[in-house]
Every structure is written in structure tokens, then in C-alpha cells.
Antibody
Framework: EVQLLESGGGLVQPGGSLRLSCAAS????????MSWVRQAPGKGLEWVSA????????YYADSVKGRFTISRDNSKNTLYLLMNSLRAEDTAVYYCARTFIVGATLDAFDIWGQGTMVTVSS | DIQMTQSPSSLSASVGDRVTITCRASQGISSSLAWYQQKPGKAPKLLLY???RLESGVPSRFSGSGSGTDYTLTISSLQPEDFATYYC?????????FGGGTKVEIK
């Protein structure tokens, strides 16, 4: 079964750091670009960052550029999001999502994880 | 950045109704558009991609159309399980952007 499982969320103080993980199974992880998408409580979806299958290309939303770093370990079938200098407005459920087309970096997201909640508060 | 404007933001409809949701991009996106359904507490689910292509396993009552800047999601006969929030998303260029969502409620 194709599956994504996020972990690493929690409560962190403003200015703090957190690393999210997304474990993939059931497909050839290295063949697919991956993204992080977040959803603040009661709000809509916001794309955060994407990474190519090889990890050689990365993309970020302006709202997180310079603070967040996306990476992947294809030997461990795992996607990461390192979040530094966290702000209250980063509070959200963070989803990892698989890009639909093999080899494409920009495309729809066909597989989503269940999400992990990040709360930034003192 | 490409802005995606979805309308309406909410609607009330009855089982069996035909429902139409529109999404307008701030510039042409060459049908690089996806539609998602999201139920409370759940991850989004892909319904359509490339504006009009139905994802595997999605009922045929869902359809999409459009080109250039204007796109439409249609549910031909609303079913009880279709009450949810729907989002459009462009993947023509980064930053990838979503519409604000349309909540479909029971009348």
C-alpha cells in the first residue's frame, strides 16, 4: 500500500526549531518529487516547499524561505522539513504529499500523509 | 505569484443537485490545475488533474473543465459523501498556490 506517515510535530516556542519527517512506503520514493503543504487551524491549504526526486532541486514559499529547509534521504525513503526561527503564524497541520507524475517536480499531489500538528506558542 | 480565486466560498445544496465551483487564475496556467476534496480532520484527496482528468477511483459524477485562466469543477448529482470543502491548485509555476476553498454544505 502506498503510504506517507509524518512525525515530529509538537509545541515549540517562538524562535525555536523543529524537524518534521515523512516516511514513505509502497512506492519507489526516489522517483517522485515531494512537497510539504500546511493548513493553519480553520484556514485553507498553503504550499510550503518542494524537492525533486534526486534532492538536487528545492523550492520554497516566500513565507518560509531562509527559515525552512527541505531535504530527503532516498536510502531511508524519508522526507524532512527542518523549521528554524519559528513564528506563531507557522502554527498549522503539516502534510507531506507526493507529486503525481514520476519525474515531474511541479504537478498535482496524489498521495498525502495524515498530517502532523505544529504549534508555535510561548 | 499566481493568485487562485475560488467561488463561491460556500454553498448549500441538496442531495441530487448539480453543483458548480469556479476557480480563476491571475494569469494563464495552461490547464495545470488540480481539484481536491477535503473532509474535516482529513488530508485532501485528489479528484482531478490537468483540469479535466479524473483521478483513478474518483466517481464519474465529478468533472472538470476550463482553459487559460478560468476553470470549473462540477458535481453532476451531489451525494451525501460529497459534503466537504473543495480546493483548486495550480502547478504551472512556483510558488504552487491553492484557491481559498469552497465549503459545500447540506441544505
Amino acid at each position: 500500500e502506498v503510504q506517507l506517515l509524518e512525525s515530529g510535530g509538537g509545541l515549540v516556542q517562538p524562535g525555536g526549531s523543529l524537524r518534521l519527517s515523512c516516511a514513505a512506503s509502497g512506492f519507489t520514493f526516489s522517483s517522485y518529487a515531494m512537497s510539504w503543504v500546511r493548513q493553519a487551524p480553520g484556514k485553507g491549504l498553503e504550499w510550503v516547499s518542494a524537492i525533486s526526486g534526486s534532492g538536487g532541486s528545492t523550492y520554497y514559499a516566500d513565507s518560509v524561505k531562509g527559515r525552512f529547509t527541505i531535504s530527503r534521504d532516498n536510502s531511508k525513503n524519508t522526507l524532512y522539513l527542518l523549521m528554524n526561527s519559528l513564528r506563531a503564524e507557522d502554527t498549522a497541520v503539516y502534510y507531506c504529499a507526493r507529486t503525481f507524475i514520476v519525474g515531474a517536480t511541479l504537478d498535482a499531489f496524489d498521495i498525502w500523509g495524515q498530517g502532523t500538528m505544529v504549534t508555535v506558542s510561548s | 505569484d499566481i493568485q487562485m480565486t475560488q467561488s463561491p466560498s460556500s454553498l448549500s445544496a441538496s442531495v441530487g443537485d448539480r453543483v458548480t465551483i469556479t476557480c480563476r487564475a491571475s494569469q494563464g496556467i495552461s490547464s495545470s490545475l488540480a481539484w481536491y476534496q477535503q473532509k474535516p480532520g482529513k488530508a485532501p484527496k485528489l479528484l482531478l488533474y490537468a483540469a479535466s482528468r479524473l483521478e483513478s477511483g474518483v466517481p464519474s459524477r465529478f468533472s472538470g473543465s476550463g482553459s487559460g485562466t478560468d476553470y470549473t469543477l462540477t458535481i453532476s448529482s451531489l451525494q451525501p459523501e460529497d459534503f466537504a470543502t473543495y480546493y483548486c491548485q495550480q502547478y504551472y509555476s512556483t510558488p504552487l498556490t491553492f484557491g481559498g476553498g469552497t465549503k459545500v454544505e447540506i441544505k
